[in-house]
């Protein structure tokens, strides 16, 4: 089985810094152009492609929704997740998606894996009164954004307002900070 290759393997066959094989990757000015063709024609013979966790690390975003659901063998919730999914997508996110089964300590260990995941942000829908806060307060002060959906939005379906909802506050969270 092969390794997928890497910056470090361009570097060791071409015998210089791997930080000089990723500013060359990256068209840096201050990399020569001999060099960058060298490290471009490597890269291309070994088919390399960036790490994108490395790309996520660096941009601080991993453009990745979590969507914890009761269960997707419920008609509605099936329907959301295919909403979010083609939401997502066109927004060029991706999703991860757990079912709770309506059980309280399997919601908290999803938000959790979710948190640990780095997702940009949370859609929830709760089908009992009892939202997990702790977890969402977590979420919450690491800058992850939750939305809820409940049964108010489903009787309503108000399920694409409310996709629409942590979208645009992701959207907001990347505008650069506005100093007076």
Do not use: W
């Amino acid at each position: 089985m092969e390794k997928i290759p890497t910056i470090k393997d361009i570097a060791r066959r071409l015998k210089i810094d791997p930080s000089t094989v990723s500013r060359a990757l990256r068209g840096h000015p201050s990399i020569g152009l001999v060099t960058t063709m060298r490290v471009n024609k490597i890269a291309k013979e070994l088919n390399y492609h960036p790490n994108q966790n490395a790309v996520f690390l660096k941009q601080g975003k991993t453009f990745t929704i979590g969507v914890v659901l009761p269960d997707i063998g419920e008609a509605f919730y099936c329907s959301i997740l295919s909403k979010i999914e083609r939401y997502s997508h066109n927004r060029n996110y991706n999703i991860i998606f757990g079912q709770s089964f309506e059980k309280p300590e399997r919601e908290r260990q999803i938000l959790d894996n979710m948190k640990n995941l780095r997702v940009d942000g949370v859609l929830i829908a709760v089908s009992k009164p009892t939202v997990p806060s702790e977890q969402i307060e977590q979420l919450r002060r690491y800058n992850i954004p939750v939305v809820i959906l409940d049964n108010r939005d489903r009787v309503n379906d108000q399920s694409y307002q409310v996709i629409e909802h942590l979208f645009s506050i992701l959207e907001f969270q990347q505008l650069p900070d506005l100093k007076a």
